[in-house]
């Protein structure tokens, strides 16, 4: 199962700022890895990476030790992205959206879009316009219009980021329900320690584009081998 | 003063209530040739918009600054070029459409391919970008993404055509310079307009331009009526 998904000594630059240094990293099948970091630090950079949003300037993805265009990524990733979008339509337009892309007939739509969304508590929810829907349950049908995919990998930025606790609690709590679930592999870009903490297989801190420690939730939180990683983590780490 | 023009006013509304035949005749073919302009510009300017709000290419923004320009080109100096053209003597003289309804229809349709072009181009690149790349990780191919930006932007859209067929309706340059304001064959309610008030016939003015504003004012009112149900 391991090195499914790899990132090998990517680079990538906006303009003359460099958003990631040389990234290799290695993601099993079916495992949760969370990128942890502040704000800049190239967590959503690397997700659109694998999201096949955008190319790096240098280095490769590889799937299964194949490399892999953008094209070949967005067949098997999805994304749910920290600024919640909505199509102009109701919430089953939205979570429908990617199956009637892919050529689905009605009827399988109807029954994929009814579970995914009862998985988000929001069963009820079908018929409303999905923008007037709150900030928490527009990501829970967010999150939903994602996972009915069955994306081979899963993709979420700061998925609570704007959340109150009680709909962080609910993302949070559907994300471990895809994970039991469905045989997907999620990275999750995070700046919060407990949910990376809470929901992770491995943790990756990336910290000016640059990886500085990959360890499992407990080595990551109780022996960082790195010093900046050990500033982040006690929250000392200043920028 | 104040009394002659209530008693024009008065005269224009019976006109109205009565149906004057050549109020109506007027009031149809100007919605006729005004529809026909709109559809015409819809036709060429939307991919035009689409290519412009959607993509990028060397020389865009030139392309772009070109139609804005065009926003403000005189409607006469527009008429002179294209009379020139149609005229008998003129390149496209061939085709005989000079006066007739289909010139005052190409001539519009031309002055407010513009306002198609630059306000859904507009209108296609405010839609979010985060739009684009939603679209695109749910797996949508480029024509289906650009459908899901487009039907974002359908009130902008629609009010572009709309505001498109207002200006091609109320145009009056075009109209006169290509159509020749013959009666019963291109008059027009604003050339009408602009000949029945040379002559003194104030009442008939009147009918007309409270015809012309309510055409106007009700497709605005009903479009807002649309948006809200």
């Not at chain 2, 109205?16 to 073919?29: A, F, K, N, Q």
Request: hydrophobic share 45%; glycine share 8%; aromatic share 6%.
């Amino acid at each position: 199962m391991a090195d499914y998904l790899r990132t090998e000594d990517v680079d990538k630059m906006y303009g003359e700022i460099k958003a990631l240094d040389s990234v290799t990293l290695d993601v099993e099948k079916g495992r949760v890895v969370t990128l942890l970091g502040s704000n800049g630090s190239g967590k959503t950079t690397l997700l659109r990476i694998l999201a096949g949003l955008e190319e790096p300037r240098r280095g490769n993805i590889l799937l299964e030790h194949r490399k892999v265009s953008p094209e070949g990524l967005r067949q098997i990733s999805t994304m749910v992205f920290q600024k919640t979008v909505m199509f102009n339509t109701s919430v089953y337009g939205n979570v429908a959206f990617g199956l009637k892309a892919r050529g689905l007939r009605n009827e399988e739509v109807d029954k994929r879009v009814s579970q995914a969304l009862a998985s988000v508590g929001l069963a009820a929810f079908q018929r409303r316009k999905a923008k007037k829907l709150s900030g928490g349950e527009q990501q829970r049908v967010a999150l939903a219009r994602a996972f009915v995919l069955e994306p081979e990998i899963l993709l979420l930025d700061e998925p609570t980021a704007n959340l109150d606790p009680a709909n962080a609690t609910i993302i949070e709590d559907s994300i471990r329900k895809i994970r039991q679930t469905e045989e997907c592999t999620i990275v999750l870009a995070t700046h919060n320690l407990h949910q990376a903490k809470r929901l992770s297989d491995e943790i990756v801190h990336i910290h000016m584009g640059k990886i500085l420690e990959a360890a499992n939730p407990e080595d990551f939180f109780m022996h960082p081998s790195n010093q900046i990683t050990r500033r982040f983590i006690n929250g000392e780490l200043q920028f | 003063m104040l009394e002659t023009l209530i008693e024009a006013l008065q005269q224009a509304l019976d006109l109205i209530w009565s149906g004057d035949p050549e109020i109506v005749s007027v009031t149809l073919r100007s919605l006729y040739v005004s529809g026909l302009a709109t559809l015409l510009s819809c036709i060429w300017g939307l991919p035009a918009a689409v290519l412009l709000g959607l993509s990028s290419f060397p020389g865009r923004r030139l392309v772009k600054g070109f139609f804005n320009a065009l926003l403000g080109v005189p409607t006469v100096a527009l008429g002179l070029i294209l009379y020139l053209l149609l005229s008998k003597s003129g390149p496209l003289g061939i085709f005989r459409l000079l006066y007739t309804p289909l010139a005052i229809s190409i001539g519009q349709s031309i002055l407010i391919t513009p306002i198609i072009v630059s306000f859904v181009s507009s209108a296609l690149e405010s839609t979010d970008v985060e739009l684009r790349d939603l679209a695109r990780t749910l797996g949508a191919s480029r024509l289906q993404t650009n459908l899901a930006v487009m039907q974002e932007a359908l009130w902008g859209v629609t009010l572009a055509v709309v505001a498109s067929f207002n200006r091609a309706i109320a145009e009056l340059g075009v109209a006169m310079m290509l159509g020749g304001n013959i009666r019963y064959v291109t008059r027009l309610l604003t050339t009408a307009i602009a000949l029945e008030s040379a002559r003194g016939e104030i009442a008939f003015s009147i009918a007309l331009a409270i015809i012309l504003m309510v055409v106007v004012f009700s497709i605005s009112i009903l479009l807002n009526f649309l948006r809200r149900g």
